[in-house]
């Protein structure tokens, strides 16, 4: 009842802008770690409750309306980034018998048994066995782990320092952690190229993500070009399809990626681009630099009031 209350208040919301959500995971079961991650059921009410308040559309054809000044009032998109495979295993079903739309954007080499670096920290933490992890070789301190509020604590610190390395001293620093906490970690988070062909064929869309996930503005510019372009011509290799849309990795305007790279991923021939910049598109929008929405709130309350905020953050808001 409390979010049938809230996705009325949501419907009174009237503007010609472009909301879009972003996703990473849907898990079967609440996670005590990182409970802010929807599970199954927050997810199936949470997309209910907004497709019952805004016009919920394919991201690709959202664009062509925005492109083409005719976007109707209150659209909505729902994406995912990374690959996950609860994405075809939990959240599309979901996404199917309510009959939305989402569009994946899927970095290409984590797919058959790859690993997010992220969560190899965080599975490494999860994991362990250790009630003190001893980093300081690494730079990153010692840190307690006897209760579930410690082991959050522990990977907050780590991952933000850690994040921005350069490719391969990331990939050294994180197997280093994975080593000393000495637990194996699962290698069956990503989609396999199967369930990826699956999501294709349910009707899904599908972006590109680069291929190994790099903050793009921490690699040299051959670097990044080689990313963007290997990871769509392995998608559309895959998928018998062009692919017309791009997530940044990470994200942030200035900071994980600059104008440079939205000149190469124009270049690679996407017609849209999507960044974790907070906000709603209007006519006239930068294409390849579209704001997203993360809908990290359980409470309806303040889901409901974060999207209001997003479409003013745009300008024009009418009742």
């Not at 208040?9 to 990182?34: E, G, M, Y």
């Not at 410690?150 to 780590?158: E, F, L, P």
């Not at 952690?177 to 637990?183: K, L, N, P, T």
């Amino acid at each position: 009842m409390k979010w049938a209350r809230w996705a009325g208040k949501l419907a009174q919301v009237r503007a010609s802008r472009l909301s879009i959500l972003i996703f990473h995971r849907v898990l079967k079961t609440p996670d005590p770690l990182f409970p802010e991650e929807p599970d199954a059921a927050h997810f199936e009410t949470l997309v209910r409750c907004v497709s019952g308040a805004f016009n919920v559309m394919p991201l690709a054809q959202a664009v062509a309306a925005l492109r083409e000044d005719r976007l109707p009032v209150s659209t909505l998109s729902i994406t995912f980034d990374d690959g996950y495979a609860d994405n075809q295993q939990i959240a599309a079903p979901i996404l199917q018998r309510l009959g939305l739309h989402a569009t994946f954007f899927v970095a290409t080499g984590f797919l058959d048994g790859g690993r997010m670096w992220n969560d190899t920290v965080v599975e490494a933490l999860r994991r362990t066995r250790l009630q003190q992890l001893d980093l300081s070789a690494s730079g990153l301190g010692v840190h307690a782990l006897g209760t579930v509020a410690q082991r959050r604590q522990a990977i907050n610190y780590v991952l933000p320092r850690v994040k921005y390395l350069p490719t391969e001293d990331r990939l050294r620093q994180v197997e280093a952690i994975a080593s000393v906490c000495g637990e194996v970690l699962p290698a069956d988070l990503m989609m396999s190229n199967q369930q990826l062909q699956v999501l294709h064929r349910s009707g899904m869309g599908i972006g590109g993500h680069t291929v190994h996930h790099p903050i793009l503005c921490s690699v040299p510019d051959d670097q990044a070009r080689g990313e963007i372009e290997h990871n769509k011509a392995e998608l559309e290799a895959a998928l018998q399809v062009p692919l017309t849309l791009f997530a940044y990795p990470n994200g942030k305007p200035d900071t994980d990626y600059a104008m440079r790279h939205a000149r190469m991923v124009q270049a690679a021939g996407y017609q849209a681009a999507v960044t974790t910049a907070p906000g709603a598109a209007q006519a006239g929008a930068d294409l390849m630099q579209l704001p997203r929405f993360t809908p990290w709130d359980r409470d309806p309350l303040r889901f409901s009031a974060r999207l209001v905020a997003n479409l003013r953050q745009a300008g024009r808001l009418a009742a």
